[in-house]
Structure formats: structure tokens, C-alpha cells
């Protein structure tokens, strides 16, 4: 009797089979924790990004990080805005590259295209900052040396801020949401001023940051609603979202808080806002006194 030298080709099956098996249950569970990963690192660049918030205040007499700064109410060559996270760069309070997405201004799961295209919006992308006012695509990203603004910052978060550039309002509304675009002149003279933080009644359930682009639109923060900026990257679908008090969370599609609008009703909106609130004062805000 020979001796044998190798495996039955049935014996070669069975080993093929088994490996096969083990990949089909391992790769899901790789799937998983990659995406944990993921949305760990998020997190993470969510609790610097508010560290360096707490840090602005604190170096700016309590005022609040602005979305940006701006004068008049339109958009023009003379006009450029300056943006929040190159603010944090600029004063050195959050470290930021030229154009990276090595900074905690970028969530891993990004979309690696611009987030706002004219009247195309793609939540998951991201925009430029600092970026000229003329350009509404948001993706000229521009400096401003004149004002310590030598950087082009890539980011994809948005902010949740008074944002009514390029419209006409009859009053500046202050303390409304987070921050604001400061310097925006309604039609009366008045000005959105910075946001200071003693107006939030409701720290720890007030939406400061979430994956996203840009800012405001916050009639529209569910997936489907038309020009949503705000992005579900994560599992659930899900954001992340960082809160005033500096802590981190994550919400679920379909329960993100709406602000009051005419898509809106007061009735629905109030309904929404907890355990989180867009409003600096919800009391305030969705009573009927503003």
C-alpha cells in the first residue's frame, strides 16, 4: 500500500468550504467595527472641535464662535466670509492644514466632492473655508491676509447658526440658535451681534455642530427634505453631533429637531424639540412672542 502524499479532493472541498464560511461571518463583523471606527473618530473630532469653542469663548469675553463674520446682508467681491473652523485655525486654537482632511474638521466618512453645488446640495460632502461670498456654490475657497486668514480649510460639518445672507430682513434676530452670521444688517440697522453663552437655557441639549456642510436651513434636517444639509454618515442612519455643554451624541434620522418655518408648524416643531433643541431659548423661540 502506498503512503499518501496529499488531500482527497473531497478533503480540499470541505477546507475550501470552511473558509469560506469563516470569511462570510468574519466580514460583516470587520464591515461593523470599521464603521464603529469611523464614527468613534468623528466623535473625537467633534469633542476637539468643541474644546476649541470653549477656548474661543473664553478668550472672547463669553461670545460665542460665530458661523462667520460679514457685513451688510448680500454677497459681493468686497464680502468675503471668514468661516468658523478657519476662525479656530487663525487664533491657533485647533490645528488646521491647507486643504487637509487630516484636521478634526473632517469625518472620516466624508464624500470626497464639493457639498454645495448651486442649487444642488450634497450633505455628505464638504465646502471651503474662508470662501467668497459671490460664489453661492461654496467651493472658491478663498484667503483673506488682511484679517490673519492665510489658510483654504477643508471641512465637513455644519454649524448650526442665524444664517440669512443673501436675504432681506425687516430685524436682526439675536440669540436665536447657536451662533449667528455676525455682522449681517437687517433692514431696520440693527445687526446680528455675537451670541453670547449665557443665552442658552438649554446647554446640554443645544445643537452646536453636526456632520453636514455649511450652515442653517434648519426647516429641512430629515433625509428626503429638499436642500438638507445636515448628513446621516453613520450607522442607524445617524449624525453626530456635538452639543453646547461640549458633549457628544448621535441622532437618528427622523429625529433631528426641525426650526419653526412655513414648511413647519410651531405645533410640529415644538413637539421635536427634545430631548434636543436648535434654539439658544426654545421657551422663547417656539412661544408666540418672537
Known amino acids: 500500500m502506498h503512503p499518501r502524499n496529499g488531500f482527497t479532493l473531497i478533503e480540499l472541498l470541505v477546507v475550501v468550504a470552511v473558509i469560506a464560511l469563516l470569511v462570510s461571518i468574519l466580514l460583516p463583523s470587520l464591515g461593523d467595527a470599521r464603521a464603529m471606527a469611523k464614527s468613534a473618530q468623528c466623535r473625537c473630532n467633534m469633542k476637539n472641535i468643541g474644546l476649541g469653542m470653549i477656548f474661543y469663548q473664553q478668550n472672547n469675553n463669553d461670545c460665542v464662535l460665530p458661523s462667520y463674520n460679514m457685513v451688510g446682508s448680500g454677497r459681493g467681491p468686497d464680502n468675503p466670509l471668514d468661516g468658523w473652523c478657519a476662525i479656530l485655525g487663525r487664533d491657533r486654537l485647533l490645528p488646521a492644514s491647507e486643504r487637509g482632511s487630516d484636521t478634526v474638521f473632517w469625518c472620516p466618512n466624508t464624500k470626497g466632492a464639493f457639498g454645495m453645488s448651486g442649487d444642488t446640495i450634497d450633505p ?107 448628513a446621516y454618515r453613520h450607522r442607524g442612519p445617524s449624525t453626530n453631533v456635538l452639543l453646547a455643554d461640549g458633549h457628544v451624541d448621535s441622532i437618528r434620522d427622523g429625529h433631528f429637531p426641525h426650526a419653526i418655518s412655513g414648511k413647519i408648524p410651531r405645533e410640529q416643531a415644538l413637539a421635536e424639540h427634545y430631548p434636543y433643541t436648535l434654539y439658544a431659548d426654545p421657551d422663547y423661540w417656539l412661544s408666540d412672542e418672537p
Open 124 to 230: 455628505d460632502g464638504f465646502q471651503y473655508w474662508p470662501v467668497s461670498s459671490v460664489d453661492q456654490t461654496l467651493q472658491e475657497g478663498v484667503t483673506i491676509p488682511e484679517r490673519g486668514f492665510n489658510k483654504i480649510i477643508r471641512c465637513s460639518y455644519w454649524i448650526n447658526a442665524n444664517n440669512p445672507i443673501g436675504t432681506t430682513k425687516p430685524t436682526a434676530e439675536n440669540d436665536k440658535y447657536y451662533t449667528g452670521s455676525v455682522g449681517y444688517t437687517a433692514a431696520d440697522g440693527t445687526k446680528i451681534r455675537p451670541t453670547r453663552a449665557g443665552a442658552f437655557k438649554r446647554p446640554a441639549a443645544l445643537i452646536a455642530v453636526a456632520d453636514g456642510v455649511y450652515a442653517g436651513q434648519q426647516s429641512a434636517t430629515h433625509i428626503g427634505e429638499n436642500k438638507r444639509r445636515i
